[in-house]
């Protein structure tokens, strides 16, 4: 079993700044793909940006230009370095790993972006 623990979340006001961590601790053989998604009370929950072990990086609409995610892969962490956050940034974030091709998830930590 794969067990992730996402830190960083907090109250932020508009305009400021917020780096995301999550780190894998377990049963890890190999994990490929690392992403960070977001979900708001009555909404599905959506993807915020991926990235590849190879560092290829996909991110949503909503936060290209102002969110940035990468890995450290001998510590099993990806992060998500967030700026120029706006009140709708306001939501919870996951972060997920999949591990041979199994999805893991964390329980989520909460951003809150004040206007």
């Known amino acids: 079993q794969v067990q992730l623990v996402e830190s960083g979340g907090g109250t932020v006001q508009a305009g400021g700044s917020l780096r995301l961590s999550c780190a894998a601790s377990?049963?890890?053989?190999?994990?490929?793909?690392m992403g960070w998604y977001r979900q708001t009370p009555g909404k599905q929950r959506e993807l915020v940006a991926t990235?590849?072990?190879?560092?290829?990086?996909n991110y949503a609409g909503s936060a290209k230009g102002r969110f940035t995610i990468s890995r450290d892969n001998a510590k099993n962490t990806v992060y998500l370095q967030m700026g120029s956050l706006k009140p709708e940034d306001t939501a919870v974030y996951y972060c997920?790993?999949?591990?041979?091709?199994?999805?893991?998830w964390g329980k989520g930590t909460l951003v809150t972006v004040s206007s």
């Open positions: 997920k790993m999949e591990d041979y091709g199994r999805p893991y």
């Open positions: 990235i590849s072990r190879r560092e290829y990086t």
């Open positions: 377990g049963r890890i053989f190999s994990i490929n793909v």
